[in-house]
Every structure is written in structure tokens, then in C-alpha cells.
């Protein structure tokens, strides 16, 4: 079964950082670029950022640009979204999703939240 | 970046009735949009790619059309199952938008 597991939110103070992980499972992982995308309560889907399956592009919404790393672990079927200077407006569920010409599967989501 | 405007935000349906969603992108995108449905409380699910090709397991009242800037989800006959929210979302170029979703509620 396709798979993808995220994993590391929680509750940060404004400025902390977080590391989220997404564990996948069930498809060659190295094959296909990685998404993630969040969700702040209530409201719509904002892409994050995209990582290609070599590691040689990566790409970040404005609204994260800086602060937030993507990378991934081909051999350990993993991504990760390294999470640094958090704000308030970061608060939301975030999805790891793979693919390119549509977002699929999708993780379940970890919810962040960032206490001001 | 390629806005993308979804119409209606809402709209209220019964169950059989035909439902039409359009996503209008800011700038020419070919066919490289996506169709998603998501659940409360769930993550989003793909419905369909490349503007008109169902994803696979998609019951086929599901359909997608449209090229450029200008596409159309159909549900041919509303099912119980299919109310939700329903959000496009263009993979022509970076950053990889979504429009702002409508929501499919019960008349």
C-alpha cells in the first residue's frame, strides 16, 4: 500500500523551530518529487515548498522562503521540512504529497502550532 | 505566480443534481491542473490531472475539461458522498498554486 506518514508537530513559542518528517512507504521513494502543503484552520491549501527525487531543485512559497528547508533521504525513504523562525500565521496542518502533475497520496498531516 | 479563481466559493445542491466548479488561472497554464476533494478533518484526495484524466478509482460521474485558462469540474449526478470541498490547483510552474475552494453543501 502507498503510504506517507508525517510526523513532528507540535506547539512552539514564536521564533522556535520544528523539524517535521514525512515517512513513506510502499513506492520507490527516490523516484518521485515530494510536496508539502499546509493548511491553517479554517481556510484553504497553500502550497509550502517541492522537492525534486535527485536533490538537485528545490522550491519555496514567498510566504516561507528563508526560513523553512525541504530535504529528503532517499535511502532511508524520507522527507523532512525543517521549520525555523516560526510565526504565528504558520499555524496549520501541514501534508507531505508526492508527485508533479497531481499531489498524490497524501499524508494524514501534523498540526503546528506557533504560540505568540 | 498564477492566481487561480475558483467559481462558486459556495453552492448548495441535492443529491442527483449536476454540478459544474470553474478555475480560472491569471495566465495560460496548457493543461497541467489538478482537481482535489477534501473531507473535513481529512487530508485532500486527487480527483483529476492533466485538466481531464481521472485518477484512478475516481467514480466516473467525476469529469474534467478545459485548456489554458479556463476549466470545469462536473459531477454528473451529486451523491450523497461527494459533499465537500473542492479545490484546482495548477502544476505549470513554480510556485504550485491552488485555487481558494468551493464548497459543495446540501440544498
Known amino acids: 500500500e502507498v503510504q506517507l506518514v508525517e510526523s513532528g508537530g507540535g506547539l512552539v513559542e514564536s521564533g522556535g523551530s520544528l523539524r517535521l518528517s514525512c515517512a513513506a512507504s510502499?513506492?520507490?521513494?527516490?523516484?518521485?518529487?515530494m510536496n508539502w502543503v499546509r493548511q491553517a484552520p479554517g481556510k484553504g491549501l497553500e502550497w509550502v515548498s517541492s522537492?525534486?527525487?535527485?536533490?538537485?531543485?528545490?522550491y519555496y512559497a514567498d510566504s516561507v522562503k528563508g526560513r523553512f528547508t525541504i530535504s529528503r533521504d532517499n535511502a532511508k525513504n524520507s522527507l523532512f521540512l525543517q521549520m525555523n523562525s516560526l510565526r504565528a500565521e504558520d499555524t496549520a496542518v501541514y501534508f507531505c504529497?508526492?508527485?508533479?502533475?497531481?499531489?498524490?497520496?497524501w499524508g494524514q498531516g501534523t498540526l503546528v502550532t506557533v504560540s505568540s | 505566480d498564477i492566481q487561480l479563481t475558483q467559481s462558486p466559493s459556495f453552492l448548495s445542491a441535492s443529491v442527483g443534481d449536476r454540478v459544474t466548479i470553474t478555475c480560472r488561472a491569471s495566465?495560460?497554464?496548457?493543461?497541467?491542473l489538478a482537481w482535489y476533494q477534501q473531507k473535513p478533518g481529512k487530508a485532500p484526495k486527487l480527483l483529476i490531472y492533466?485538466?481531464?484524466t481521472l485518477q484512478s478509482g475516481v467514480p466516473s460521474r467525476f469529469s474534467g475539461s478545459g485548456s489554458g485558462t479556463e476549466f470545469t469540474l462536473t459531477i454528473s449526478s451529486l451523491q450523497p458522498e461527494d459533499f465537500a470541498t473542492y479545490y484546482c490547483?495548477?502544476?505549470?510552474?513554480?510556485?504550485?498554486?491552488f485555487g481558494q475552494g468551493t464548497k459543495v453543501d446540501i440544498k
Open positions: 504529497a508526492r508527485g508533479t502533475v497531481g499531489f498524490d497520496p
Open positions: 510502499g513506492f520507490t521513494f527516490s523516484s518521485h518529487t
Open positions: 522537492i525534486s527525487s535527485s536533490i538537485s531543485y528545490m
Open positions: 495566465q495560460g497554464i496548457s493543461s497541467y
Open positions: 492533466a485538466a481531464s
Open positions: 490547483q495548477q502544476l505549470n510552474s513554480y510556485p504550485r498554486t
